[in-house]
């Protein structure tokens, strides 16, 4: 769960200054919606909405307990999504190439890169 808590709040320190150059350049006037950061470990997503604080935690350095603070001011917003949603996942995790067919546009990949990067791997062959 500490790992993924942490990844939470380095995304949330890039999303905030995303928003703050966006602001800055002014290309729209301000961002009012809470900031998404999606995870897929519903443990990290319970702490970060929790207001409580566990025994498991203790050892957790301060400064990520911002995530906690941001999230219950309404800055930001932590949504468990599923494992099999997450786009990232096939790129960077040892997968089972059944993972790797299906429609390469529900991982948000365009078609041609998605299967063409599979070809040259040699995961898929040219008659699939």
């Known amino acids: 769960m500490e790992a993924e808590f942490v990844t939470c709040f380095e995304a949330m320190v890039q999303a905030k200054w995303l928003r703050n150059v966006i602001s800055g350049l002014v290309l729209v006037d301000s961002i009012t919606k809470s900031l998404k950061i999606y995870c897929d470990n519903s443990t990290a997503v319970f702490f970060s909405k929790n207001d409580k604080y566990s025994k498991g935690a203790k050892h957790m350095e301060l400064k990520y307990f911002a995530v906690k603070e941001e999230v219950q001011k309404h800055r930001v917003s932590i949504e468990h999504v599923s494992t099999d949603l997450m786009i990232a996942d096939p ?36 008659n699939e």
């Open 91 to 126: 790129l960077t995790k040892g997968l089972p190439p059944k993972v790797f067919t299906g429609d390469p546009l529900t991982k948000g990949l365009p078609p041609k890169v998605f299967t063409g990067h599979l070809y040259s791997m040699g995961i898929m062959s040219a």
